[in-house]
């Protein structure tokens, strides 16, 4: 997989926010209007030594057609990331309007040896990642490359495999504040 510099190094040519008279209005216009744009909420799975692992995502995004991809902005300490880096595939769960009551489950970690999926209905992709058979729709991913954007890491992954899950409207998120989950 293509990289670029190690996102764990520190960045000297990161642009900080603009200070201009007045900066705490300005930071707050940028914060506002950052909150302002719409994404899905998903839930990314993957299987690492046998165990289902996932995480709660809200910067996903197609980004390519012919192969079709997507881009998934992630904390480079997160376990996804490393899991990329080994070549296993993940799957992108795209939640649903009904699906609100998962966000708090999926929002941290499951603990090693808890199924984070326990008493949900799944079903095993081709790859034999865990989907949720309940979502708006999944995708199967083989990540192609990563670059640094500030705090996080861009995957643009190829998508190998879905289905499109449900006939429900797909989960849209929009936050109060840009510069913070």
């Not at 299987?47 to 057609?65: E, N």
């Not at 012919?66 to 881009?71: E, F, L, N």
């Not at 034999?128 to 729709?137: E, Q």
């Amino acid at each position: 997989m293509a990289t670029s510099p190690d996102p764990a190094a520190p960045r000297t040519d990161s642009p900080s926010l603009p200070q201009p008279a007045g900066a705490p209005a300005a930071v707050e216009g940028i914060a506002t209007a950052l909150g302002r744009i719409p994404s899905g909420l998903f839930v990314i799975s993957w299987r690492h030594d046998g165990v289902d692992r996932t995480m709660l995502a809200s910067w996903v995004m197609q980004a390519g057609f012919s192969p079709p991809a997507v881009s998934v902005a992630v904390a480079p300490t997160r376990e996804l990331v490393a899991a990329i880096d080994r070549g296993i595939p993940f799957v992108v769960n795209i939640l649903g309007e009904s699906q609100r009551g998962l966000l708090s489950r999926f929002g941290k970690p499951a603990n090693l040896g808890e199924d984070p999926f326990a008493g949900l209905d799944t079903l095993r992709t081709p790859g034999g990642t865990a989907a949720l058979a309940a979502a708006a729709g999944w995708i199967e991913c083989r990540g192609t490359g990563r670059a640094a954007a500030g705090d996080h890491l861009v995957v643009v992954a190829e998508v190998v495999g879905g289905d499109s899950g449900s006939a429900g409207q797909p989960l849209v998120h929009v936050r109060k504040n840009g510069l913070r989950y």
